[in-house]
């Protein structure tokens, strides 16, 4: 895992010293601590930062391979899941590797399938290549948009980064907020709309894309998408299926030639990972594996039951324990933490996220890393397998918005008074919401309740999923810390996504087939527990603290988030504890402390980055 930054301009000679391409490769310093590396010509500088995980010495970057006819040059963050099979099919063809890297794979699988090579992979990768000869730059990022890479042009200057920080590093590059900015910014967020940012002219390559950047402008194509189709395996064979691809999903992404881990919740989902990984570390004579919780100070004494979270883990985390070859740890994070690692979680997003929820999962990283270096996660189980309350409750799915976000009023009164008379969060959030609907296939032969679940699927796919795999990896990577995803496997999904709604919710539970087919290797107590999300701290000092800061800005008529949000709304959220906005801001548990975390965030965010706004 790592970053990368690059510029590139195919109608004039550009090259200059280093220090342009170091200071944009330095910003991202902490995606990869261990290494850097330079390429620079008349036409293109592109600059790494590693993070070791596979073939020290074989795998540092750009890497170059040289031919008569030229040279094509590769900068890569990411991971391939079947690097042994390409490598196979090469030398086959005639290649030859002085590594064991995938760096190398991946670029000799391009010099060998060209453009296609998008469609030989299983990984999670964003990758830009530069070939000499076609003068031209490949860019590519993977099916479910996992690692990131973004891209702006101008000048005719294609400039391409892991992250928006690099970008803005590049001369005359502004962080503009214009309407539509501001719209994605407090009408989406944290998502985003797929291919944007909130910034103007910044854009994202979108998940399953790849583009080519050659004299005539930089070209886009989407390479691969969920396609439905008539599901024929029966249950019994469905039930089989999804266990092979379990395995070999997960087994897959146990490569590594740093200290892996993973992480353990006591839930469904991270259940299933850690007892794959257990098995196969003692099938392997491996020693026993680690496992890691995230817990609170004084959460125990504190919490409180509620339709989200209806109990603690350390019970099923302790559990699971003592049925694995495991060796546990429980990161304990405390309440001061938790607040002042806020504007590091914005830094890492570049922009205002999940409030404690992004610098909870910063902090744990952080933590994980002083031993480990990756970890497996049970992350995206509750969107490909339905797990979410809004597949099942009416109000959610009669809402006609994106059901983790219905709080719209709430959203548009926040708004300062005079860009609330400008801009119309609904009118956009609507135009956004049926746009993306537009591109589900219904089958005739869906029943109802599979056609619906169809459409909130695609939604929760290509919306919220996408929201979580920016936590991931932002808060992981800013600790040089790499998370993989196993449940995110593509062809894992493609097999789901056409299995009828009835097999996935069986006997009216939330992932309820996937409860039916883990339930003789899991405890029942693990398969039968009711979902509950990513834990969040109950301690009262948490919301004593969060509150005692944004009061702290308030008491500033000067503070810029005066600027774009409306001050008395803002008061009467500090005067309630949260409760004058009765909704959660996102997703479930984005309400009180968090609500006022985020809005502590937005206002560390304005002075920190200090967007030029226009509207």
């Known amino acids: ?72 040059v590769i900068c890569y963050n990411g991971q391939i899941y079947n690097t042994k099979e390409l490598r196979e099919t090469l030398l086959e063809n005639g290649f030859s590797f002085s590594g064991h890297c995938d760096t190398e794979v991946l670029l000799k699988s391009y010099i060998h399938y060209g453009y296609d090579v998008v469609n030989h992979l299983n990984g999670i ?26 891209y702006t042009i101008k000048n005719n200057t294609l400039i391409f980064a892991s992250e928006l920080k690099a970008i803005f590093k590049y001369p005359n590059v502004e962080k503009e907020l214009d309407s539509q900015g501001i719209s994605e910014l407090f009408g989406i967020g944290p998502s985003h709309t797929p291919g944007t940012t909130i910034f103007k002219d910044i854009f994202e390559i979108r998940p399953a894309h790849f583009g080519i950047f050659n ?25 089989e299926k999804l266990k092979f691809l379990l395995n070999d999903a997960i087994t897959r992404q146990l ?57 603690s883990d350390n019970y099923y985390i302790n559990l699971m324990n003592r049925n694995l070859y495991t060796k546990h740890h429980n990161i304990v994070i405390d309440t001061p933490e938790l607040a002042s690692y806020l504007e590091d979680a914005v830094i890492a997003r570049d922009m205002p996220g999940m409030a404690d929820i992004d610098s909870s999962l910063l902090l744990f990283c952080k933590n994980v890393k002083k031993e480990m270096t990756v970890s497996l996660t049970g992350e ?16 959610a799915l009669n809402s006609n918005t994106f059901p983790w976000s219905i709080a719209l009023q709430e959203r548009q009164e926040m708004l300062n008074p005079k860009i609330s008379k400008e801009i119309n969060l609904k009118e956009y959030i609507d135009f956004r919401y049926n746009e993306s609907l ?3 296939e219904i089958l005739e032969d869906d029943s109802p309740e599979t056609a619906e679940k169809r459409k909130i699927s695609h939604l929760t796919l290509n919306w919220f999923m996408q929201t979580l795999l920016d936590r991931s990896d932002r808060m992981a990577m800013y600790s040089g810390f790499e998370l993989r995803v196993p449940f995110c496997d593509y062809r894992l999904a493609e ?6 709604w009835e097999w996935k919710a069986l006997n009216g539970r939330e992932k309820g087939l996937l409860r039916y087919v883990t339930k003789d290797f899991l405890p029942s107590e693990i398969v039968d527990r009711k979902k509950s999300p990513y834990p969040k701290t109950h301690n009262p000092t948490y ?29 009467d959220i500090l005067n309630t504890d949260g409760k004058a906005f009765s909704r959660p801001w996102f997703g479930q548990l984005m309400t009180g402390p968090q609500l006022m975390a985020y809005l502590c965030q937005v206002n560390m965010w304005l002075e920190k980055y200090q967007p030029k706004i226009e509207i």
């Open 215 to 239: 004299s005539s402008g930089l070209h886009l194509k989407r390479y691969w998408k969920l396609t439905s189709k008539k599901h024929t395996d029966n249950f019994k064979q469905t039930c």
């Open 543 to 571: 919301l004593a603290k969060v509150k005692g800061m944004l009061a702290d800005i308030m008491k500033d008529n000067n503070a810029p988030i005066n600027n774009l949000l409306n001050r008395d709304f803002i008061l």
């Open 255 to 311: 490569v590594s030639d740093v200290p892996l881990c993973t992480f353990l919740s006591g839930g469904l989902d991270s259940s299933i990972i850690t007892k794959f990984a257990a098995d196969y570390c003692k099938m392997q004579g491996l020693p026993p594996l680690d496992t890691y919780s995230i817990d609170y100070v004084d959460n125990d004494k504190n919490f409180v039951k509620s339709d989200f979270q209806p109990n």
């Open 125 to 150: 990768f964003a990758f830009a290549i530069w070939d000499s000869k076609k003068q031209e730059v490949f860019l590519a990022r993977d099916h479910f948009g996992v690692k990131p890479l973004f």
């Open 495 to 500: 097999y789901v996504w056409n299995i009828p």
């Open 1 to 72: 895992m790592c970053g990368f930054v690059g510029f590139a301009n195919l109608k004039e000679n550009i090259i200059q010293d280093k220090s342009l391409i170091k200071a944009m490769n330095e910003t991202l310093s902490k995606r990869g601590p261990d290494e850097d590396g330079y390429y620079i010509n008349n036409h293109i500088s592109m600059g790494h930062k590693r993070l070791i995980v596979i073939d020290p010495e074989g795998g540092k970057q750009p890497m170059i391979e040289k031919y008569s006819y030229g040279e094509f």
């Open 438 to 440: 537009s591109e589900v």
């Open 380 to 395: 995206c189980a509750d969107e490909i397998f339905g797990g979410y309350p809004w597949f099942f409750r009416e109000d």
